[in-house]
């Protein structure tokens, strides 16, 4: 044991002697293990804000976008023009059993001023089950009523950056703003909600009632897409597919014909989003990883200029009593004393590196432990693998030779 | 020339205790080097034995097989055939890990090149072997801290080898040598990096550990004037010992440092 402690004093000692070289084989590992710890990090804090997202917007909800559809033989984009009416989105309401809510979704975007303030945002018409479809209550003030929709008054709830933006910390509630040079009255304020999955800001927005967006800024008739809740997340599948039946039934779509809208589920859309977000965090992982295994080459590599180098204090070892094994574990302590310090300070630097980067670019992270443990312990097994050959050489050195040796 | 000595007679020839169980016990090493095709045949049968407190030098010409006999006595390497007792245990036959034992135990090495690690202090080096013998740290420093006041380098034990003189920084391997109490110190050509003066020095240091602490010393040289100082000298040719003898006129250190002119500084 004594000798065990001993020899490892050694090692140390032996690397502190060439610090330069030592600092520069770790920088092999270091960015290896910072590299993985900051890329599973980014993948992990996008999945984390998903998983959030789905909880909080309620993992139930569906939506319907028309489709691309055929116009004298030219498919048109999606979204191009709508199929969708309103009466589609109540009827999705009152015939689809697994479905419990459905608004009609009106879309805008416009510049929107309160006295010398102005916000370029987008304004989404809903009707009054928005805060059902959505989870999203108003924090403020009170929501819209079925009257200001079926009169489309212009009424709106702000999202909270639009409000702070245009208010910075007045209330709203009451105040006047214009939005293309018409008086619309602030009636609410909606609670904060953060960041969506993809890294949008979901409070900048502004809610009002659909009617008013199609008629007193859109001048159209059809609808954007529609919004439906199912009765539970289990119904989703189920609401899925009455949707469609219904939906393809109204449009009159014969049995070769598909679908001219889409239904889909947020839970698939997370899911899928998720997915992707996984086989891109895989492959940047294993870039990472890569560039860990070339550092544990340069450890290997070094190991054995070392072993070469230093043939002569191996064989003065070996002279005054070391046995092979001594010297071997005195390498294979050095190789590992390497990777280790190497991994620790990869790991402050990934976690850094990764601070920086959602600081910066606003990206989520998530620091795993998982990824520290798995990152610290590969390193250390790297220090293992690319020692053991050298160490072994060195073990191996007949003491005669390696006194001789110039 | 004389013949091959029995063991018997070589001890009544060199005053060593005849009684006594001989420190090493060598009989018919033979050690056969294969380089690819060709086959050296370095030493061709050797037998003697060395007692306690005795210094023996080996001489003889390069090729002669003395380099080779003192790797196979200190345990560095086995021989081809033969036997080996050395402190009654037979060493012939051990692994590589009992011989670094061995080694580590019963034998201290002084090397021409002195063979000191570099940018290691003087009290580092010396405790290297204990470091191997498991002791303890503190011991450790003790012991080295002794030994090298005992070849006169007390106030030096933190220099590193590049701040010290070659006689020195021979001195510090001397320590390191002595740092286990081994039953042999074997010299390879101890002095052949010094100039005469510090030569006659570390001659001083071999024949005061040889008298005062009873050290058994075997000194390989393929200088007389340096064998003189021993007490007995082997002489070594194409493998054979040629002749064993008990120094005739032996040089004492002290007297002949005292008859040079003062050193210049």
């Known amino acids: 044991m004594i000798l065990l402690l001993t020899i490892i004093r050694v090692a140390f000692k032996a690397l502190s002697r060439n610090k330069m070289r030592s600092i520069l084989t770790m920088l092999g590992i270091i960015i290896g293990v910072g590299a993985v710890i900051a890329m599973v990090s980014i993948g992990q804090g996008a999945q984390q804000t998903i998983s959030a997202q789905i909880a909080s917007a309620g993992s139930n909800m569906l939506f319907v976008t028309p489709g691309s559809f055929t116009s004298g033989g030219v498919r048109m984009g999606l979204g191009t023009t709508s199929h969708l009416t309103v009466e589609d989105a109540l009827a999705v309401e009152r015939e689809c059993p697994a479905v419990k809510y459905a608004s009609p979704l009106v879309r805008a975007s416009s510049s929107v001023v309160y006295g010398n303030q102005n916000w370029f945002t987008n304004i989404q018409g809903y009707d009054t089950r928005f805060p059902q479809i959505r989870l999203w209550e108003v924090e403020k003030g009170t929501f819209f009523t079925d009257q200001d929709v079926t009169t489309a008054q212009r009424v709106c709830i702000l999202g909270k950056t639009v409000s702070d933006n245009l208010f910075a910390g007045a209330d709203p509630v009451g105040q006047e703003i214009r939005i293309r040079n018409m008086p619309w009255r602030v009636i609410g304020v909606l609670q904060a909600k953060g960041q969506s999955g993809m890294g949008q800001d979901q409070d900048d927005t502004i809610i009002a009632p659909y009617t008013t967006v199609q008629k007193k800024m859109l001048g159209i008739v059809f609808i954007n897409s529609i919004m439906v809740s199912a009765v539970s997340q289990e119904a989703s599948a189920t609401a899925q597919a009455e949707i469609t039946d219904l939906l393809r039934q109204r449009h009159h779509i014969t049995r070769s014909e598909d679908d001219d809208f889409q239904v889909r589920n947020l839970a698939d859309m997370a899911e899928l989003a998720n997915n992707s977000n996984q086989v891109m965090t895989l492959l940047l992982a294993s870039i990472a990883f890569v560039s860990l295994i070339v550092g544990g080459i340069g450890v290997m590599n070094i190991m054995l200029v070392s072993v070469t180098e230093r043939t002569r204090e191996i064989g003065i070892r070996m002279a005054v009593g070391a046995t092979g094994g001594d010297v071997q574990f005195q390498f294979l302590t050095e190789a590992i004393v390497l990777a280790i310090f190497g991994g620790v300070l990869g790991i402050i630097i990934g976690s850094a590196a990764s601070k920086i980067i959602s600081d910066s670019l606003g990206w989520p992270t998530l620091i795993s432990t998982t990824a520290i443990g798995a990152a610290f312990s590969f390193a250390a097994i790297i220090g293992i693998a690319a020692g053991w050959y050298p160490a072994r050489k060195a073990s191996r050195l007949d003491p005669i030779e390696a006194l001789r040796y110039e | ?265």
């Open chain 2, 1 to 265: 020339m004389e013949s091959l000595q029995s063991p018997a007679t070589t001890n009544l020839k060199t005053g060593a205790d005849p009684n006594g169980v001989p420190v090493i016990k060598v009989e018919n090493f033979h050690k056969i080097y294969e380089m690819g095709d060709t086959r050296v045949h370095a030493l061709r049968g050797i037998s003697l034995e060395i007692y306690r407190g005795e210094f023996v030098a080996i001489m003889g010409a390069s090729g002669s097989g003395k380099s080779t006999f003192m790797n196979l006595v200190g345990c560095l390497d086995t021989p081809s055939e033969g036997t080996y007792l050395l402190d009654n245990t037979n060493v012939a036959l051990l692994s590589r890990t009992e011989l670094a034992r061995i080694r580590n135990q019963h034998v201290g090495f002084v090397f021409q090149g002195f063979n000191l690690l570099n940018r290691t202090s003087a009290w580092e080096n010396v405790e290297l072997p204990l470091i191997y013998a498991a002791m303890r740290a503190k011991e450790r420093h003790k012991l080295s801290r002794t030994a090298l006041q005992k070849v006169g380098l007390g106030e030096r034990i933190d220099h590193i080898p590049s701040q010290l003189s070659g006689g020195q920084q021979q001195r510090v391997a001397i320590a390191r040598a002595l740092v286990n109490h081994p039953s042999i110190l074997l010299a390879d050509e101890p002095t052949g990096n010094l100039d005469s003066r510090t030569s006659i020095e570390i001659m001083q240091i071999f024949q005061e550990l040889n008298e005062k602490e009873e050290l058994t010393i075997v000194l390989v040289t393929h200088e007389p004037d340096i064998a003189d100082y021993a007490k007995r000298i082997i002489y070594f040719r194409d493998g054979h010992v040629t002749r064993d003898e008990k120094v005739q006129k032996r040089r004492l250190a002290a007297d002949v440092l005292a008859s040079l002119p003062p050193a210049e500084e």
